[in-house]
Antibody
Framework: EVQLLESGGDLVQPGGSLRLSCAGS????????MSWVRQAPGKGLEWVAG????????YYADSVMRRFTISRDNSNNTVYLLLTSLRAEDTAIYYC??????????????WGRGTLVAVSS | SSELTQDPAVSVALGQTVRITCQGD??????ASWYQQKPGQAPVLVIY???HRPSGIPDRFSGSKSGNTASLTITGAQAEDEADYYC???????????FGTGTRVTVL
């Protein structure tokens, strides 16, 4: 089955770090750009970071620039999100999503179930 | 940075039609995709590429765009369509994405 499976969410103290993983299965992983999208409790969706299929190009939302790092290991079909200098407002469910380029633009055609990151002392 | 604005909530009677709008400057030069999210679940793509539906999405869902406003229309809303709906597009840089503020649809 084509799917994405996130892991690594945890309770962490403010200022701490965490690495999230997202494993893809049953599709040609290097052919797809990937993104992380988060959702704070009771709030909307927020795109956080993206990485090209090769891993050479990365992009970030202003809210996480210089604190989060996205990377990928195509030999293991996995994309990572390293979260550092964590703040209470980073508390959210973090979803991994597959980017797809259609005829009229980009969209997310496959989503994982998410992993919960809670930042609290 | 780019923003996409949606009405916070709309309601629709069972079997009637509802349109959800998404407004933003980035939509002038791009098309929105639309996602449905039910409580406790991950988002699901419902519309992409102007007005295409992924396999398994009912044909009562349709998309359109005029100027800087994208719309998602549910024609003949069903109880199972009650959910939060989000639009999305690339932002003005072309490298990043922006989600709309979200619309909660209630089916009466």
């Amino acid at each position: 089955e084509v799917q994405l499976l996130e892991s690594g969410g945890d309770l962490v103290q403010p200022g701490g770090s965490l690495r999230l993983s997202c494993a893809g299965s049953e599709f040609t992983f290097p052919s797809y750009a990937m993104s992380w999208v988060r959702q704070a409790p009771g709030k909307g969706l927020e795109w956080v970071a993206g990485v090209s299929g090769s891993g050479r190009n990365t992009y970030y939302a202003d809210s996480v620039m210089r604190r989060f790092t996205i990377s990928r290991d195509n030999s293991n079909n996995t994309v990572y999100l390293l979260l550092t200098s964590l703040r209470a407002e980073d508390t959210a469910i973090y979803y991994c999503a597959r980017d797809k380029l259609g005829s009229w633009g980009w969209y997310f055609d496959l989503w994982g179930r998410g992993t919960l990151v809670a930042v609290s002392s | 940075s780019s923003e996409l604005t949606q009405d916070p909530a709309v309601s629709v009677a069972l079997g009637q039609t509802v349109r959800i709008t998404c407004q933003g400057d980035s939509l002038i030069s791009s098309y929105a995709s639309w996602y449905q999210q039910k409580p406790g679940q991950a988002p699901v793509l419902v519309i992409y590429d102007k007005n295409h539906r992924p396999s398994g999405i009912p044909d009562r869902f349709s998309g359109s765009k005029s100027g800087n406003t994208a719309s998602l229309t549910i024609t003949g809303a069903q109880a199972e369509d009650e959910a939060d709906y989000y639009c999305n597009s690339r932002d003005n840089t072309g490298d990043r994405y922006v989600f709309g503020t979200g619309t909660r649809v209630t089916v009466l």
